[in-house]
């Protein structure tokens, strides 16, 4: 595989801390990090990319640490998850699933949700940030479900973006938990991850998604999505990542590991 030139720099934007943001949890799989652009903010790569071997040895480690990541967010079908991903934004899992058990517990399809109405909607989720604009966004995608799709959360990328509140990143996440498509949305720890160890370099969130679905191995693409941001949430963190604990400190090429 010939060697991918890294850029000395890659710029991403500061990050912003919704309430009750943390970065504790249990390692046990998270959507979490904010879907968004990333264009400001140094982060240290090494000289160069890992070769293909490397790669394959890194998502080999994740298989056997963890064979079946799953996400945080509580969702009982295709609609569920889609609504709790489109809340999830500048939001916490935590936040958005104290919130959604009693909503989803009356509403947990495009029909019934559509029949509750913004208002009452907008009462269930008003602990989540946005929680206005987020209301109207629930209620306008039921309503194009019920009106366009029979009431079924679509399996396309295309017909997922043009809902209200979903864009590209949003729709990679259904996708790829709710209909096993091996997409790879990057949000800023898979970002961070990829950009440090590193997997793929890119500027941006998109160039960074592009990269690593061509790259990584087939056998591991439905499940990289998790591997990467649960590994980027509980060990290699932006601050100061634990790498003595780490299960891929060796093959890491990251100039500024932590010492023990």
């Known amino acids: ?46 000289p160069e990319a890992v070769d293909s071997a490397t790669l394959a040895e890194i998502f080999r480690r994740f298989h056997a640490a963890e064979p079946e990541p799953k996400g945080e967010l509580h969702a009982v079908n295709p ?11 500048q939001a916490t899992d935590r936040g958005v699933n104290l919130a959604t058990g009693p909503l989803f517990a009356v509403a947990d399809t495009p029909d019934k949700m559509l029949a509750l109405g913004e208002e009452t909607v907008r009462s269930y989720i008003r602990t989540i940030g946005l929680f206005n604009t987020k209301a109207k966004n629930v209620i306008a995608l039921s309503r194009i479900l019920v009106e366009r799709h029979g009431s079924e959360v679509p399996a396309s990328l295309e ?57 990584v191995p087939e056998p591991y693409r439905l499940h990289a999505h998790h591997w990467l941001i649960l590994h980027g949430r509980y060990t290699c963190k932006a601050r100061k990542p634990e790498c003595p604990r780490c299960l891929i400190a060796d093959l890491c090429r990251y100039p500024s590991k932590t010492a023990a």
Do not use: C
């Open 1 to 46: 595989m010939a060697a991918r030139k890294t850029p000395p720099s890659v710029k991403s934007p500061p990050r912003r801390r919704a309430a009750g943001d943390s970065t504790t949890g249990a390692a046990s799989g998270r959507l979490g990090g904010r879907i968004v652009p990333v264009t400001t903010a140094h982060i240290e790569t090494a």
């Open 79 to 89: 609609f569920t998850l889609l609504v709790a991903v489109v809340l999830s934004a």
């Open 159 to 215: 017909a997922l973006q043009v809902l209200p509140g979903v864009g590209a990143k949003t729709a990679s996440v259904v996708l790829n938990i709710a209909f096993q498509v091996p997409r790879i949305a990057v949000d800023t720890h898979i970002f961070r991850v990829s950009n440090r160890i590193p997997l793929f370099v890119g500027s941006t969130t998109d160039k960074v998604q592009a990269g690593l679905e061509a790259i």
